[in-house]
């Protein structure tokens, strides 16, 4: 580990690193633009200019690795003069959209001015040039040439992260701009990335734009739950409401970047259509009940089936979009409550959905099958829980986050599953198996809720609830629990924390964990 001092401040820092990422390590901010850690380093910018003593000149620190005994000065006459100057330069034909853009308060031009420049532009307003504004490039973006500073992050994405090399930097000299080649729009499942690492306004998303202020926007750290591959990602909320969707960095599964499919899967999640209450069929319409009484008419019906026809009357089938912890919840529920182990997977994916490629994408868009499958449910297992609705041993099925009607289609949901005496739904939305049911008990999507997901190598990763479920949703394990108490009069625990340590216990494949050991990145249930 190689010794450096940064403005006086003794650093121990891995040989591999640059002297931007070890001042980081000491806490020292150097300024940079082109410079990001899942690309290239083309050193253009020249904003992370610093003083090394014994080198000749200043030094670009994004290119310049650490050595034992090197001395950097950061702040030093000549950096800081290096620092105003790379600013001026840049802000020459910068146009004044600080008021009305959507990047103010994420901006890096802003910022480092503030911190590193103050003095006024020397250059007239109007001999500024002009380049083009708000250009509709495809996939969702929007392009403004005239705010771009050509730092080539963009460019870089596209040719070596998708190597699709969409954009390309156009002319010369201050006629510089970054563009497609003509009759060529993006197209790129990846693209909004290159939104991501924008340090300006130059690439702004069209579906984000003039939505919402990024400064009043609060973040949670959760998993993208749009496919099987867990991306680790940051949820952006405001009063309840999603906003976006940004990657976060997890080097064990999706480095710094994310599909486009997962970043906008967060309206699905908040339709209109979402349940607020428990509701129970009443002359053929769905009816609100509260919660007291939702428990207490489950519970009756379960107690019923099982004096009339035994314990396995009553199955349950699973979704492979619950969470670790409420699958467990519920399987409990089922074995100790109900005494019954007929118990049903499901993982499906909606006709049309994107296949495997060689980045992130997953076609099975599942969070969870992985999960599942090491609590030992039995994969799928609808086949088999229909031949007991068939020939007359079910009677009763609970259902979680399982859209049979869906995955299925109503005609053979209707032959598979018609015959059932009493159906029992717990999901987040009013969707065709809820109006089959004879109870619906509204619980929280995964934005709503703590615990954890699988992915498809095995790395169990936390999710952590943004903001309560709307209404009088509860999360499925507090609704699994309340039913548990009806049946045995037993207190199950509600909490996520609580679900995944008697977990740990029951369960050999998360043997020694815990969801606070989990940390941001997850750890993989083999090395557990």
Known sequence: MPKLTIDGKEVDAGAHLNLIQAAEVAGIEIPHYCFHPGLSIPGNCRMCLVEVEKAPKLQIACNTRVAEGMIVHTRSPKATAAQKAVLEFLLINHPIDCPVCDQAGECKLQDYYMDYDQQPSRFPLNEKNRKGKAIDIGSDIILDQERCILCARCTRFFDEITKTSELAIFERADHNRIDISPGQPVNNKYACNTVDICPVGALTEKEFRFRMRVWYLHKTSSVCGACERGCSIDIHHQRGRIYRFKPRFNPDVNSYWMCDEGRHSFPDLQHETRLTAPLVQAKDELVAETWGEAVLRAGAAIEDFRRLYGPKSIGAIIDAHSTNEEAFALKELMKSAIGSDRIATLSWSPPGASGDDDLLIRANKNPNTRGLAALGLAADGIDSMAGAVASGELKMLITL?????????????????????????????????????????????????????????????????????????????????????????????????????????????FKGLSLDGLGEHGVDLASS
């Open 401 to 509: 986050r399982a859209d049979l009607v869906a995955a299925l289609g109503e005609e053979e949901f209707v032959k598979r599953f018609g015959a059932l005496d009493y159906l029992l739904v717990l999901s987040t939305d009013a969707n065709e198996t809820c109006q089959m049911a004879n109870q619906v008990w509204p619980i929280g999507a995964y934005p709503e809720i703590s615990g954890s997901f699988t992915n498809f190598k095995g790395r169990v990763q936390r999710i952590n609830a943004a903001f309560p479920p709307p209404g009088n949703a509860l999360e499925a394990i507090d609704a699994i629990a309340r039913l548990g108490r009806e049946l045995d009069g037993i207190e199950r625990p509600k909490s996520a924390d609580a679900v995944f340590a008697s977990m740990a216990k029951e369960e050999p494949a």
